[in-house]
């Protein structure tokens, strides 16, 4: 699966989650590395594309979600996602529209340290 890394520095952080509909395939790499979604500390978006947000709706874990200020709200459902992502891939073919994520912490400085 593209766009999703698993950090472990202590603290597990997962940097992007993916497309919408690989939330199965996220599971079954976890599993492999001996996780589970609710290992998961927190997670980090580079940026708001379906492919680098689109699991997170499917996602089970009890930790903050990171975003840059324009994308975080698109992830706590303050703003309507764009229909389409640089490939033109219609964010509702994909079941994804208002979506409704907690504790989204808006970053607007680089991130150094968690």
């Not at 079954?28 to 001996?34: H, I």
């Not at 689109?54 to 229909?83: N, Q, V, W």
């Not at 994909?94 to 989204?104: E, L």
Request: aromatic share 6%.
């Amino acid at each position: 699966m593209a766009n999703a890394y698993l950090v472990d520095a202590g603290e597990m952080t997962l940097v992007d989650a993916g497309t919408p509909n690989a939330a199965d395939d996220l599971r079954g790499e976890l599993d492999e590395a001996g996780h589970g979604a609710e290992d998961i500390d927190r997670v980090l978006i580079t940026h708001f594309d379906l492919d680098h947000a689109g699991t997170l709706a499917h996602l089970t874990f009890d930790g903050p979600i990171y975003a840059m200020e324009p994308d975080a709200g698109f992830l706590d459902g303050s703003r309507t996602p764009p229909l389409s992502n640089h490939n033109g891939n219609s964010a509702k073919s994909h079941g994804f529209s208002r979506p409704r994520m907690p504790r989204v912490l808006v970053c607007q400085s680089e991130i150094k340290d968690f």
